[in-house]
């Protein structure tokens, strides 16, 4: 069933011509098999052009000879092996191995012929049969029919057309290469499912008996063992438990002496130590009491103004101001004018910085030898006519001058600005070559 879909949508593919064959994978370039290839007198001379391909084109022009004898078959298939040898395109192979496939059937059904009129007593031509229905398979098989975008140029006869070839492929398919004689060459086949679950089910059963069921089975025997072994370990535990248990009685008798005298001793000696805690207590407290009273004190002033609430005050209003400062954003505001007195300070080495940059991206990248065609065209846009730094045809800037309108009319040629930004003058020219623009890119700060 699959093979005949598979053959159903490669007739439909030949069918619909070279603009359906690009939806195949990566539009891989196809083949056309010209009559002059297949025409040449004994499959030699100058039709075979194509040194890569001679081997290939030779074998298919052997396979087209009508009445085709063995040995001209034989000739065939060994130019097709030889040319998948040396190498050959996607298309190229996918054609080789159709065709290979088909001599090895043809092989295999003149052997399959001799077999049989022998009265299959010639084992020799059996052995020779199996072995080209093998080869036949495999080259079948190998297919990848999305890469197979051959076709015979337009106008050949009926039996120089895809069709023809897909007929054979199929009547191969159910002549030598049908499963009846899988048997014939010792290959196993066509085993049902039925007979699988069943010689599953039987061998399950055998294991099952052998090793599970009966008083004589490894299974019972080893779980037996176990058995036996864990009860002998558990009367063994029982025994030490019970001696743990007499033992520990000893143990807490003696703990319960030793506990009592350990308490008396303990309470002799705690019992000052506490006394004398509650009263050192009792002492810092009235310390603690009269401390905040004399402190209280402090703030009252000589006619007798207590102090401490203006200071609480005073605290709440400084509290409300630096919140009021805060949340109006002053902090922040202060340290942006902070900073735009450092950028100015420091805008005479930014704006170099800057200028090295836009120099290098000039010299290393728009006016090298890799890029200048391409600045070229940009600069031929209406837009760009007058921009005094873009390459005209001739390769060179239309004048390289800057002029701006500061403090009156200045001007400067680009490689003096860039020279004076830090730029080296190596660099300085239109058409660096590659190897200078990729080092003048890496110093690009």
């Known amino acids: 069933m699959i093979t005949r879909l598979i053959l159903t949508g490669l007739v439909m593919a030949a069918a619909q011509g070279a603009a359906a064959r690009e939806v195949f994978v990566d539009n891989l370039a196809g083949y056309v098999i010209e009559a002059d290839i297949l025409d040449a007198p004994g499959c030699t001379g100058p039709a ?35 040319a998948q040898t040396l190498g050959l395109p996607p298309v190229h192979q996918q054609l080789a191995a159709l065709t290979s496939g088909l001599l090895q059937c043809a092989e295999a059904q003149r052997h399959l012929d001799a077999f049989r009129a022998s009265g299959q007593m010639a084992l020799l031509e059996r052995e020779r049969f199996c072995k080209a229905r093998r080869l036949s398979q495999a080259d079948l098989n ?17 039996e120089r057309r895809l069709t023809a070839r897909l007929t054979e492929m199929s009547a191969c398919h159910a002549g ?9 060459c010792g290959l196993i086949t066509n085993v049902t ?36 072994r864990a009860e002998g370990i558990l009367e063994r535990a029982g025994t030490a438990i019970a001696e743990l248990g007499a033992r520990a009685a000893e143990l807490n008798d003696e703990y319960d002496v030793y506990e009592t005298v350990y308490s008396a001793a303990r309470d002799a000696r705690m ?55 805060t949340e109006t954003d002053f902090l922040p505001r202060a340290e942006k ?12 080495a930014a704006n170099r910085d800057l200028i090295g940059k836009l120099c290098r991206v000039y010299f290393c990248e728009l006016t090298t030898l890799r890029n200048r065609a391409a600045t070229i ?61 990729r080092t003048c890119t890496e110093a690009l700060p």
């Not at 290939?56 to 063995?70: D, I, T, V």
């Not at 069943?198 to 008083?215: K, L, S």
């Not at 031929?380 to 006519?385: M, S």
């Open 48 to 82: 075979f052009d194509t040194p890569a391909l001679e081997d290939f084109e030779k074998g298919l022009c052997r396979f087209h000879k009508p009445a085709r004898s063995a040995e001209q078959t034989e000739a065939a298939a060994r130019d097709l092996r030889r």
């Open 142 to 158: 190998a297919i990848r029919w999305d890469h197979a975008l051959f076709d015979y140029a337009e106008g050949m006869a009926p």
């Open 176 to 184: 030598v290469l049908a499963p009846a004689f899988d048997a014939e």
């Open 193 to 228: 499912a039925t007979e699988i679950e069943a010689f599953v089910d039987e061998a399950v059963a055998d294991v099952i008996t052998t090793y599970f069921r009966g008083v004589e089975s490894p299974i019972t025997a080893m779980f037996a063992r176990k058995r036996s």
């Open 271 to 325: 019992t000052p130590i506490y006394e004398n805690y509650r009263d050192a207590i009792l002492q810092a407290t009235a310390i603690l009491d009269e401390y905040e009273r004399w402190k209280g004190g402090l703030f009252i002033t000589s006619e007798n103004v207590n102090l401490l609430p203006k200071i609480v005050e005073r605290r709440d209003d400084i509290a409300d101001e630096l919140g009021r400062i």
């Open 337 to 348: 004018i902070v900073e735009d007195v450092r950028a100015l300070v420091n805008a005479e």
């Open 377 to 437: 065209d940009v600069c031929r846009q209406p837009g760009l006519a007058d921009n005094p730094l873009c390459l005209g045809q001739n390769g060179a800037p239309v004048s390289g001058v800057l002029s701006v309108a500061f403090g009156g009319g200045q001007t400067i040629a680009v490689q003096d600005l860039c020279r004076s930004a830090g730029v080296d003058q190596v660099f300085l020219a239109v058409g660096l070559s590659p190897s200078t623009a």
